[in-house]
């Protein structure tokens, strides 16, 4: 089974930053994509950034200019620095690693709160 383990949530103010870790059980190499979701009280899970293995990278569009997804191979682990962070922002992350359509594993989330 593999696991998928998230770091780094917490509580920061307006404007500040935040990185998230996500370190898998398996190599990285093994998954199309990997990804950050968010979701936030009363809304539907939401795709904040993803990664492929080529290495092309997908954003939504609230997170733009400010959040960067990264992979660190040696590590197994995908990252996602976010920057000018604001209180819409606020949610929990989790990462998802997806082998194709059909195979999709998930973290079991980190808390962020964006709030002065």
């Known amino acids: 089974q593999v696991q998928l383990v998230e770091s780094g949530g917490g509580l920061v103010q307006p404007g500040g930053s935040l990185r998230l870790s996500c370190a898998t059980s398996?190599?990285?190499?093994?998954?199309?994509?990997m990804g950050w979701y968010r979701q936030a009280p009363g809304k539907e899970r939401e795709l904040v950034a993803d990664?492929?293995?080529?290495?092309?990278?997908n954003y939504a569009d609230s997170v733009k200019g400010r959040f960067t997804i990264s992979r660190d191979y040696a590590k197994n682990t995908v990252y996602l620095q976010m920057n000018s962070l604001k209180p819409e922002d606020t949610a929990v992350y989790h990462c998802n690693a997806r082998r194709n359509r059909y195979t999709n594993y998930w973290g079991q989330g980190t808390h962020v709160t964006v709030s002065s």
């Open positions: 990664i492929s293995t080529l290495g092309s990278t």
């Open positions: 398996e190599s990285i190499f093994r998954f199309n994509t």
